[in-house]
């Protein structure tokens, strides 16, 4: 079955950087686009990064464009964000997704979240 398992979040200074990790399992990861979304508290859920199977096209919220890159490891089912210059408004719940077929079905499939902190 599909399994998806962020990491990498903390405590970061404003300023600061973090790596965020996503692994993968389940389907065949090359295949399709990874997603990176974000979720701050009273928030809707909005759209950070996302990356195509190929890692040769990714596309930026603007208020990340130039600051965070979405990058993949194909030979090892992760897909990687690079959190740089962080914000206190950066803050929130960071979550990777996959919409993957299944069978007939398109499903979409999301990981617990990892806590990314900007404080000082």
């Known amino acids: 079955q599909v399994q998806i398992v962020e990491s990498g979040g903390g405590l970061a200074q404003p300023g600061g950087s973090l790596r965020l990790s996503c692994a993968a399992s389940?389907?065949?990861?090359?295949?399709?686009?990874m997603r990176w979304y974000r979720q701050a508290p009273g928030k809707e859920r909005e759209l950070v990064a996302g990356?195509?199977?190929?890692?040769?096209?990714?596309n930026y919220a603007d208020s990340v464009q130039g600051r965070f890159t979405i990058s993949r490891d194909n030979a090892k089912n992760t897909v990687y964000l690079q959190t740089n210059s962080l914000k206190p408004e950066d803050t929130a719940v960071y979550y990777c997704?996959?919409?993957?077929?299944?069978?007939?079905?398109?499903?979409?499939?999301w990981g617990q979240g990892t806590q990314v902190t900007v404080s000082s």
């Open positions: 997704y996959a919409r993957v077929i299944d069978g007939l079905l398109l499903k979409d499939y």
């Open positions: 389940g389907f065949t990861f090359s295949a399709y686009a």
């Open positions: 990356i195509s199977g190929a890692g040769d096209n990714t």
